[in-house]
């Protein structure tokens, strides 16, 4: 069996998953969830008290890349990453699939970003401890910053907005400059979260498209499909 480092340096994403009934796995993913687990087991002394019995622990396994798949945790870095904050929580439990998922997303301060309200305070003092909070500050309007108070609800909601997208492209390895689409309408309904994953997903599109990938659900898995050399019918 070969160990995660040979993994990821021969694979950059894990194989497609087609979630159906039964799930449908292929072997390379289930060497990958394998050697997942038996790091966990290595890491949490009281991994039994998650997975008891041999059953259990298989059952958990097909959980996880059902879940790995719905939340788009595919690639063998977003695992690495999640393993590495396995190993600094210094605790015997291991983690549910959503825990572990969530430490699979890096947050800004894994960037050296620093958190959305200490990146707002410094958009309004014009001082910037990173690059992404200067990006932030300048797609949202150095002159309206300058004039604003900490409690202009309305402005903090652009910041916010511009600064969850230049995470976004720190998360997706992207370079963080680059102009940043206006807000799509003015939906107060919607939190700045789903605004800035709203705009990135504009942005995702707009690249699909030049680079002539199929943006058809139907099309992509022909085309991801025969990379692997699997049949669609």
């Known amino acids: 069996m070969k160990a995660a480092s040979q993994l990821l340096a021969k694979m ?22 394998n050697d997942l687990f038996r790091r966990l087991r290595g890491i949490f002394p009281a991994w039994r008290q998650a997975w008891p019995s041999t059953e259990a622990l298989d059952a958990a396994k097909a959980e996880w890349i059902k879940e790995f798949a719905d939340e788009g945790i595919r690639t063998l870095e977003q695992i690495e990453f999640g393993i590495q904050k396995c190993r600094k929580l210094k605790k015997p439990f291991a983690p549910s699939v959503g825990e572990f998922i969530a430490m699979c997303i890096p947050g800004p301060e894994d960037f050296g970003m620093p958190l959305a309200a200490d990146a707002w305070l410094e958009a309004l003092m014009g001082t910037y401890s ?5 990006i ?21 909601e652009r910041f ?7 995470l ?4 997706a390895g992207q370079r963080l400059d680059g102009k940043i689409l206006t807000g799509i309408g003015h939906d ?6 789903e605004l800035a994953d709203e705009l990135a997903e504009q942005e995702t599109q707009n690249r699909i498209a030049k680079q002539g990938i199929p943006a058809d659900g139907k099309s992509a898995r022909e085309l991801l499909m025969a990379k692997f050399g699997k049949r669609t019918s």
């Open 12 to 33: 950059s994403n894990l194989p497609p998953v087609v979630v159906t009934e039964p799930v449908v796995v292929s072997l390379e993913t289930a060497e990958v969830v």
């Open 130 to 134: 990173h690059d992404g909070v200067k």
């Open 136 to 156: 932030a500050a300048e797609a949202t309007g150095l002159f309206d910053l300058r004039g604003s108070k900490q409690e202009n609800k309305g402005l903090r």
């Open 160 to 166: 916010d907005r511009n600064y969850m997208i230049v």
């Open 168 to 171: 976004r492209r720190a998360q």
């Open 188 to 193: 107060r309904q919607k939190t700045a979260l």
